[in-house]
């Protein structure tokens, strides 16, 4: 192909690099390019490097060790674990989601006494037991005591545990035992989670020594069941229900009923010549304030056929008793809970009947009973819990049924005697 010279027109041989007319260049020159400065080239460098920094950065954080942390309170804690709230807690069986961080207790100094602190998880948005779900995520849970170093008696946490039979609903249960010289510990229930988080919810324990009064029959008019009811109404009016009254029956007979408006706990007494403090009547609590279990010691109680010996819907325990002669000797109705131990109950169309509803049971133990005579010894309609009770030592014998277990309560009867 002919080529021609770009500048001055001439014809130009096969692959000419210059004009041979007029000598000049027939090559067109590329323009040099910008050179890059050095600051913007490091400048570039620094942003690839931080870019690569960052992502490492962000891979470590992603797949760094877990850094365990630790919850404290007074009541409750608030625990996030994934996309989900609990909250831990120690409360009344009434209210799961309110939090019981201080617990109100008297006692007298010399006697012993039990209460459970009750743990508690729930789902934190419905307030809904979620300790199925939360239980796999713990290691161990314990409870620890912080003493009150003033305090003349210490408080002993027994180990914690889930009892299905006597409190369901809570997560764990821990029995606290101590006296009215037990002065103001703090219970410290501790979680160790398997990621190696600690919690702690601690409870507050107030114990205030009780005030005792006592009233025997050798000081006061006691001789008749309408004086013994009299002292009781002026007792009832005068002594404030948080204190302990003790009244002291003079052996003999006493025949009445009578009535509580308060907590007592009554003794019966034994003269030289063998005679026991006789009731021939029905003792029944009313309604009031009842902040103690009412205790019946060695009182022999005899009905007419028609009648109920002890009629209570709070707690009572009658000890060393005999119940002879009553439609039902020991009626538990309300939301009470009953014990009797080394009682006699004979010739009664029901000896004990329990039917009650509640969510509490002060004790397991009916121990060394006689059940003799009676058309149905034991008649367990509704019972609180389902407390396992226990019949050690308790003889059943000539009853038309020594046991109608209708609601299915859990016994143990394998140390009793049938005959």
């Known amino acids: ?18 004009c041979p007319h007029c000598a000049k260049d027939i090559h067109g020159r590329k323009k040099p390019g910008r050179p890059v400065p050095l600051q913007k ?35 409750e804690v608030y625990y996030e674990r994934g996309d989900k709230t609990y909250q831990l807690l120690v409360a009344w069986p009434d209210d799961r989601t309110a939090p019981a961080a201080d617990i109100y207790h008297q006692g007298a100094p010399d006697e012993q006494y039990r209460w ?24 161990k849970v314990t409870v620890e005591v912080v003493q009150d170093e003033n305090a003349a008696d210490e408080l ?9 039979d006597y409190s369901p609903d809570a997560a764990m249960v821990s029995s606290l035992d101590f006296t009215g010289n037990s002065g103001e510990p703090q219970v410290v229930w501790t979680v160790q989670m398997k990621n190696g988080d600690l919690i702690r ?37 005068q002594v404030p229900s948080s204190d302990q009254v003790l009244l002291y029956l003079a052996p003999g007979t006493y025949e009445g009923d009578l009535a509580f408006h308060r907590s007592y706990d009554l003794y019966g007494s034994t003269d030289e010549g063998g005679e026991r403090t006789v009731w021939k009547g029905s003792v029944s609590m009313e309604d009031g304030h009842y902040e103690w279990i009412n205790y019946f010691y060695d009182i022999d109680f005899v009905g007419d056929g028609t009648d109920i010996g002890i009629n209570t819907p709070v707690k009572a325990w009658p000890v060393g008793c005999t119940f002879t002669g009553y439609q ?33 049971a002060s004790d397991t133990r009916y121990f060394d009973n006689t ?24 003889t059943f014998s000539g009853n038309g049924t020594d046991l109608d277990n209708r609601c299915g309560q859990s016994v143990d009867t394998s140390n009793a005697v049938f005959s």
């Open 156 to 164: 002993t946490a027994g180990e914690p545990s889930h009892q299905e």
């Open 371 to 394: 059940f003799t005579g009676n058309g149905t010894g034991i008649l367990l309609e509704s019972v609180p819990t389902d407390i396992t009770m226990v019949f050690d030592g308790s």
């Open 41 to 75: 080239k490091l400048l570039l460098g620094l942003l690839t490097l931080v870019v690569v920094i960052a992502a490492g950065a962000g891979l470590w954080y992603l797949n760094r060790p877990y850094e365990p942390q630790e919850y404290d309170g007074e009541g």
């Open 201 to 237: 919810v601690r409870q507050n324990i107030h114990i205030t020594p009780v005030i005792t009064h006592e009233y025997h029959w050798q000081d006061y008019p006691m001789s008749t069941a309408e004086e013994v009811q009299a002292l009781l109404d002026q007792i009832a009016n």
């Open 116 to 139: 459970p602190s009750r743990w508690y998880v729930n789902d934190a948005l419905t307030g809904t037991d979620a300790w199925e779900e939360f239980e796999p995520l713990v290691e």
């Open 328 to 360: 039902t000797g020991v009626l538990v109705r309300g939301q009470a809970w009953v014990n009797v131990t080394e009682c006699t109950f004979t010739g009664n169309e029901v000896g004990f009947h329990f039917n009650s509803t509640g969510q509490s």
């Open 1 to 18: 192909m002919e080529q021609k010279c770009p500048h001055c027109g001439a014809d130009l041989p096969e692959n000419a690099a210059f």
